[in-house]
């Protein structure tokens, strides 16, 4: 059985942080793969202002993971019904895939707000879940079936990114150098 690492998020935009975390994970989680999950509709950001089409931001985490084996690119959310749920999500895609074993990875932040998650108990008596830190976020103790890794904390937003764009800032280094024009020319015309 492959064991699957699920990585959500928007991705607006994918940064070198995101990659460098996803391949520790997979390796500090025994990972065979790390899917970038790439969410339509975070329910905790319906607000947002400054999110990219949905295909362009599928469009350039395929691009930033394209010489990059165990991680991959993922879109299967934009079917279903939105916001997005992870509980819908982890349902839908252990029944399409069966002969793979998903784990959750969250960050330290979604750890400490887990328990206003959609169906966050089903989750958790049927889930692995990986929690990484992120500054900030107290982790604090773990039920069983949550494990804590090290990984580096890598000091790259996407919220950054999008800003030094509008202000036409250099992010040379932030993202995959074959993305950055993309970025650039989307997000400036937002």
């Not at 990059?68 to 992870?86: G, I, M, V």
Request: charged share 25%.
């Amino acid at each position: 059985m492959k064991k699957v690492g699920i990585f959500g998020g928007s991705f607006n935009p994918i940064h070198t942080g995101h990659i460098a975390l996803a391949k520790s994970l997979c390796e500090k989680a025994c990972l065979d793969e790390v899917w970038f999950m790439v969410s339509p509709m975070n329910p905790f950001k319906k607000t947002a202002t400054d999110l990219l089409d949905d295909q362009l931001r599928l469009e350039m985490v395929e691009k930033a993971l394209e010489h990059e084996p165990q991680l991959k690119a993922c879109d299967y959310e934009f079917r279903l019904p939105k916001p997005s749920y992870t509980w819908h999500t982890l349902q839908a895609i252990s029944k399409d895939y069966p002969e793979n074993e998903f784990t959750l990875l969250i960050g330290g932040d979604n750890w400490a707000a887990f328990d206003k998650w959609y169906h966050h108990d089903d989750i958790l008596a049927h889930y692995p879940i990986v929690v990484y830190p992120r500054q900030g976020a107290c982790i604090g103790n773990v039920p069983e079936g949550v494990t804590i890794v090290e990984t580096p904390l890598l000091n790259i937003s996407s919220t950054e990114i999008r800003k030094r764009i509008k202000e036409e800032e250099s992010i040379r280094g932030m993202m995959p150098e074959c993305i950055e024009q993309l970025a650039v020319r989307n997000y400036r015309q937002l």
